[in-house]
Structure formats: C-alpha cells, structure tokens
C-alpha cells in the first residue's frame, strides 16, 4: 500500500470525526443515539488507519536486515503527547458546555498513541536498516540518509552520529539496541561497501 494514502486515510478519518462532532455540537441533525455508533465506528478504524500507517511507513525491501531500535526518546515523546490529550479531554469533559462532547477525539488520540506504541513493539517498527547505500531509521518517523550524503561518522559514549554535508546529524543510541554487536558488525561492513572508511572519526 502506497504510504501516502495511509497517512490521508488516518487524517481524513480524524477530519471526519472533528466535522461530525461539530455537527453534532451546533445542530440537531445528529442525536445522542447516533453520535454514540458514529464515534465508536469511527474511532476503531481511527486506530486501524493508524496502526496500517505505522506499518506502511516502516515497509523495506525484504532482503533487508533491521535491528530493532526503540530508544527512551520515543517512549518520552509518545507519553508526553498521550499526557497531554488526557489533560486537554479532561479538561474538556469536565467543562460543563456542550463542548464537552470533544473530549472523546482527545481521549482517541490518546488511546491510538498507546495502540501504535505497542503495536511498532510488538512488530518491531522501530528499527534501524543499513539498505544498499541507504541508513534508514524509523522510530517516530523515518529518516534516511544515504552514503554519498555522509561527510563523518561518529562514535562517542555509546551514541553514533552521522553528519549530512549539509550539517544535519543523526544521532543513533547504539548503546541501546538489542543487537549492537550485530548492528556494529553489519554498520563496519556497510562503511567499507559504500567506500566510507575515510568519514569514519574514532571514538
């Protein structure tokens, strides 16, 4: 499946529900009755769309070797952003107007956030892959870079940092990988094959 039209499908289905509860906030052509089976239909295949994306976006070659990578700044950014809609739904629900109704798309995207989060565990989305000329990492989104982009590769303290000529840096935890040796052994051979061993600056 094309990741583009994963990524549409999951906002058009979140667009969807903000446009539905709207209508049901200012008229009367939605009722309590029906809202109920709209969100709850709705809302399971919110998180679906979502967990199809995830996958979509993780999808490489299949000869490719992934070495699962599920560092503590995911985890950090992923229960910052489920604490947030929590408090933004609470404070929504409790706020005594007709707004209250909203709460429900706050407390969703809370909800598929856990759902995502455990599903890229569960299946191992969250990797690093050395493809062809290609370091591809995909964590809360994916980044590539290839070996002609390369100006340096550093290690230091357990991190191991890839340096664009354009200045943007990578920075990979591999102290925190299940696979580091393994990682570390494929990483040298994908230096010496794309003719990097000169970028490299030792730790």
Request: a positive charge.
């Amino acid at each position: 499946m094309n990741a583009l039209f994963s990524i549409l499908l999951k906002n058009l289905i979140l667009l969807a529900l903000v446009v539905i509860s709207l209508v049901f906030i200012f008229t009367q052509y939605i009722g309590y009755r029906e809202v109920r089976y709209v969100f709850l239909g709705l809302g399971i295949l919110y998180v679906l769309a979502s967990c199809l994306e995830a996958y979509v976006l993780s999808t490489v070659k299949h000869t490719t070797t992934k070495f699962t990578y599920f560092p503590d700044g995911l985890i950090a950014k992923r229960v910052i952003k489920i604490i947030a809609f929590v408090v933004i739904g609470v404070l929504l629900f409790y706020s005594g107007s007709i707004i209250r109704y909203m709460a429900f798309i706050c407390f969703l995207i809370a909800f598929t956030e856990i759902a995502v989060t455990l599903w890229r565990r569960m299946k191992n989305l969250c990797f690093v892959a050395l493809e062809d000329d290609q370091l591809i990492i995909s964590t809360n989104k994916i980044e590539t870079t290839t070996a002609k982009e390369i100006q340096k590769i550093e290690t230091r303290h357990g991190l191991t940092y890839f340096v664009n000529y354009s200045g943007k840096a990578i920075t990979l935890r591999t102290d925190m990988m299940e696979s580091n040796l393994a990682f570390k052994s494929a990483l040298d051979s994908w230096i010496i094959s794309n003719h990097l061993s000169d970028k490299v600056i030792p730790g």
